[in-house]
């Protein structure tokens, strides 16, 4: 989802390289590589550095980056703006990487197990992922490297301090740099990415008047509460501004026409959401409003209406698109 990295190398410990290739085809991955890890941390990132300059990767080298961003797949929250300034620090500076303020006091045991020492938290900080080098001067410092460094090192801002004399600018990270380390991290990834799922919604209407209208309404009285883009197109014309929201981030949309038999527009709109791929990954909240303007109402009608989006949104559901169909019906009524 970031146009301006160029290749994503992902390493990963030899037992789990087909898993990886399965996910990378299911989600059609385009600029990923995947390359066998090490059996430590400062290993497996060196594997990944050589993809760009050595010779046993020679069949599908990679060109040479000015700069590599080194991340870890366990803080999968990582913003652009973060990813961003430590980029643009590292070509400045040659290194940098993100820093959080300590939450916990650090401390020093002695052999018999007492307290030894605690440093000042106000004087520390937690050093965090994303990090970024000029390419030249990482893999310098990998070259370099002793096997202690590399079976018993964790930091790689220091080995390009210790040996190519860099010293790395650190930027203040954001709250949602956390690692997910155990079971329980787990559960509150989820409820982060169910909340982040539920801050946006678009409402596409129908250009007609009446229709537009209750897009207009429903767009007020949300937008206090989440963030709404509003969108009034004919649902037969593939619209370049529909195809960017469904490029984005949002997965939640709400479709407002007046049509007795909107089943066919409604398909075309579902159509466009599958070949955005938005659903492989998170599912797609569909809700279709479908308005019935009559001067006789037929109840009949409406329950074939509902019926038909039922059916339509047991078959949508195997493509991970939830739809619920809300039919509103009401009578025009003359008055002489």
Known sequence: ??????????????????????????????RVMIVKGGITRHRSIFNGLKVFAENEFSNHLLQKPEVVIIHDA???????????KVVMAAKEHGAAGAIRPLVSTVIASAADGCLDHSLERARY??????????FDIIYEAYQQCTDYDLDYGTECLHLALKYCKTNAKLVEGTADLWKVT????????????????????????????????????LHESLKSQIKVEAIS????????????????????????????????????????????????????VLILVHLH???????????????????????????????????????VCNYF
């Open 1 to 30: 989802r970031i146009s301006w990295i160029s290749d994503i190398i992902v390493v990963v410990s030899p037992e789990n390289i087909e898993t990886m290739k399965s996910i990378v085809e299911k989600y059609d991955h385009k």
């Open 74 to 84: 366990v803080r999968p929250f990582v913003e652009e703006d973060i990813l961003s």
């Open 125 to 134: 900080r937690a050093s965090e992922m994303p990090q970024a080098f000029l």
């Open 182 to 217: 155990y079971k329980r991290d787990l559960y509150a990834a989820e409820s982060i990415i169910k909340d982040n799922l539920s801050q946006q919604v678009c409402v596409i209407t129908d250009v007609k008047e009446g229709v537009a209208q209750v897009g207009f309404l």
């Open 233 to 284: 197109i004919p649902l037969s014309k593939n619209d370049s501004h529909l195809q960017n929201i469904f490029s984005g981030q949002c997965y939640n949309f709400i479709c407002i026409n007046d049509k007795k038999c909107a089943i066919q527009e409604s398909q075309q709109l579902v159509d466009m959401l599958e070949k955005s791929h938005i659903s492989l990954l998170y599912p797609v």
């Open 293 to 331: 303007i009559s001067e006789n109402t037929s109840f009949s009608i409406g329950m074939e209406e509902l019926t038909r989006i039922k059916k339509f949104a047991t078959e949508e559901k195997k493509k991970n698109i939830l739809i619920y169909g809300l039919l509103i019906q009401y009578k």
